[in-house]
């Protein structure tokens, strides 16, 4: 057979060129069907991602919805001297609160010590914080220094600190309870053979233990601790300054937070809406659709979206009567005077009712979003499409290689009969010449 390499040096034609046109000619119809269908099908995937990734913010939005709860907000009107916190159980109103004196704790400092390297003498010291178990500090002969008392103390975990100060030539020990209020005192009594300036009672304080004091409404109260909790029912206090006048504190229901969760709400809806509206666009003129024109799963979530609006889940109101209206575009909107008016009179049923939509569109929504969900089975299916279309292309490639040695074998047989024929009409020429100068020499 002759090889493509010499295809045509028999004849003189140019058959090479002729064999690669046909199998171009012949493979173009099912090249740009399967590159067609390919590009269709990667744009769908795309879309579809597209689509996933839309109704998974959307999930979010709602799963804001489902999580409300009953809150309230404080404002306080110097929180340099006061903050605070409340939860559901704190009544909306005004409170004067005035900080008298912050809770303190106790603070002592040994006298002074030559050498913080220095034998203390080997022994047992107790040490207690109010009323507290006391431990048992032991120093042990060799370890028995200042330094080495410090570092028992911190490891005894018995709610003192224990720090090393230099005063001048000298070092002190400063014992720093870590608990405020007036019964939190320190107590360390040094045993037998220990140095006695070690002992509590003949320190310095440096810090009195003390309660808070403070005032609401004109009622003055005591605190052991700065951070006070239910003087007032769900209302937590931060004492962090004394304050010249008293301060005002107000608790409010919070209407913000739910109110800001339904305009997350209406984003993320808004968004799937235009993105569906894109994906499944029709131009009358052109008569060209979108990728995803007429596709039955994107008709299912623009049908599920707005039905949702109108269905009451676990509490009595629906979200159009909570204040979210649709546009004929389908997109929403949110009429915060109604929301406001609900909230201000009956959040407990607001809530619940926000609660229970975000429950029930967000459980529908992830039948589409979810890791297994309907988006992703469509996904799938396309993408086994795509590698369908691969081995459709590899059948390809074979046939065209069969295609192209059997046009190779065709032409090579005509190259070398063309051959042939040539080689005998020279041959007769040849013999016809010869034949014409016998013809002359007998004359």
């Given at each position: 057979?002759a090889s493509?390499?010499?295809?045509?040096?028999?004849?003189?034609?140019?058959?090479?060129?002729?064999?690669?046109?046909?199998?171009?000619?012949?493979?173009?119809?099912a090249?740009?069907?399967?590159?067609r269908?390919?590009?269709?099908l990667?744009?769908q995937?795309?879309a579809?991602?597209?689509l996933?990734?839309?109704?998974?913010?959307?999930?979010?939005?709602l799963?804001?919805?489902?999580?409300?709860?009953?809150?309230?907000?404080v404002k306080?009107?110097d929180?340099?001297?006061?903050?605070?916190?409340?939860?559901?159980d704190?009544?909306?109103?005004?409170?004067?609160?005035?900080?008298?004196?912050?809770?303190?704790a106790?603070?002592l400092?040994?006298?002074?010590?030559?050498?913080?390297?220095?034998s203390?003498?080997?022994?047992?010291?107790?040490?207690?914080?109010?009323?507290?178990?006391?431990?048992?500090?032991?120093?042990?002969?060799?370890?028995?220094?200042?330094?080495?008392?410090?570092a028992a103390?911190?490891?005894a975990?018995a709610?003192?600190?224990?720090?090393?100060?230099?005063?001048?030539?000298?070092?002190?020990?400063?014992l720093?309870g870590?608990?405020?209020?007036?019964?939190?005192?320190?107590?360390?009594?040094?045993?037998?053979?220990?140095?006695a300036?070690?002992?509590?009672?003949?320190?310095?304080?440096?810090?009195?233990?003390?309660?808070?004091?403070f005032?609401?409404?004109?009622l003055?109260?005591?605190?052991?601790s700065?951070?006070?909790?239910?003087?007032?029912?769900?209302l937590?206090?931060?004492?962090?300054?004394?304050?010249?006048?008293?301060?005002?504190?107000?608790?409010?229901?919070?209407?913000?937070?739910?109110r800001?969760?339904?305009k997350?709400l209406?984003t993320?809806?808004?968004?799937?809406?235009?993105l569906?509206a894109?994906?499944?666009?029709?131009?009358?003129?052109?008569?060209?659709?979108?990728?995803?024109?007429?596709?039955?799963?994107?008709r299912?979530?623009?049908?599920?979206?707005?039905?949702?609006?109108?269905?009451?889940?676990?509490?009595?109101?629906?979200?159009?009567q909570?204040?979210l209206?649709s546009?004929?575009?389908?997109?929403?909107?949110?009429?915060?005077?109604?929301?406001?008016?609900?909230?201000?009179?009956?959040?407990?049923?607001v809530?619940?009712?926000?609660?229970?939509?975000?429950?029930?569109?967000?459980e529908?929504?992830?039948?589409?979003?979810?890791?297994d969900?309907?988006?992703?089975?469509?996904?799938?299916?396309?993408?086994?499409?795509?590698s369908?279309?691969?081995?459709?292309?590899?059948?390809?490639?074979?046939?065209?290689?069969?295609?192209?040695?059997?046009?190779?074998?065709?032409?090579?047989?005509?190259?070398?009969?063309v051959?042939?024929?040539?080689?005998?009409?020279?041959?007769?020429?040849s013999?016809?010449?010869?034949?014409?100068?016998?013809?002359?020499?007998?004359r």
């Amino acid at each position: 057979m002759a090889s493509i390499a010499s295809l045509g040096v028999g004849s003189g034609l140019d058959l090479q060129s002729l064999v690669q046109r046909l199998v171009s000619s012949e493979r173009a119809p099912a090249d740009n069907r399967l590159s067609r269908n390919e590009s269709s099908l990667k744009t769908q995937v795309s879309a579809i991602g597209q689509l996933k990734s839309g109704l998974a913010k959307l999930d979010t939005a709602l799963a804001k919805l489902s999580d409300l709860s009953d809150g309230r907000t404080v404002k306080v009107s110097d929180t340099a001297s006061l903050t605070a916190t409340a939860d559901a159980d704190a009544e909306a109103g005004t409170y004067s609160i005035e900080v008298l004196g912050l809770a303190s704790a106790h603070a002592l400092a040994s006298d002074g010590f030559a050498d913080a390297e220095a034998s203390l003498g080997a022994g047992e010291l107790t040490l207690a914080l109010g009323a507290n178990d006391p431990v048992t500090i032991t120093l042990e002969e060799g370890a028995d220094s200042l330094n080495d008392l410090r570092a028992a103390i911190n490891a005894a975990d018995a709610g003192v600190r224990a720090t090393i100060v230099r005063d001048g030539d000298a070092s002190r020990l400063l014992l720093s309870g870590a608990e405020t209020g007036a019964g939190q005192l320190i107590t360390l009594s040094p045993g037998a053979g220990v140095d006695a300036r070690l002992d509590s009672a003949v320190m310095t304080q440096t810090k009195a233990a003390a309660d808070a004091s403070f005032s609401v409404d004109g009622l003055v109260l005591g605190s052991a601790s700065n951070q006070v909790e239910d003087v007032l029912p769900g209302l937590s206090l931060t004492l962090k300054a004394e304050t010249e006048a008293p301060l005002e504190l107000t608790v409010s229901q919070d209407e913000k937070s739910a109110r800001d969760a339904l305009k997350g709400l209406v984003t993320a809806y808004n968004a799937v809406i235009d993105l569906s509206a894109k994906l499944s666009n029709f131009d009358p003129e052109t008569g060209q659709g979108s990728i995803l024109t007429g596709d039955a799963t994107l008709r299912s979530i623009r049908g599920m979206l707005p039905a949702a609006l109108g269905q009451a889940g676990a509490g009595k109101l629906n979200a159009i009567q909570m204040g979210l209206s649709s546009g004929l575009d389908g997109k929403i909107s949110l009429n915060e005077e109604t929301f406001n008016e609900l909230m201000s009179g009956d959040p407990s049923t607001v809530l619940a009712s926000l609660n229970g939509f975000g429950d029930a569109l967000g459980e529908n929504v992830r039948r589409y979003s979810a890791s297994d969900g309907l988006l992703d089975s469509r996904s799938e299916g396309l993408k086994s499409s795509l590698s369908s279309i691969d081995d459709q292309r590899d059948a390809l490639n074979l046939r065209m290689e069969s295609y192209e040695a059997r046009l190779q074998r065709q032409f090579g047989a005509l190259d070398q009969l063309v051959a042939q024929l040539n080689t005998t009409s020279s041959f007769l020429d040849s013999q016809l010449s010869n034949l014409e100068d016998i013809a002359k020499g007998s004359r």
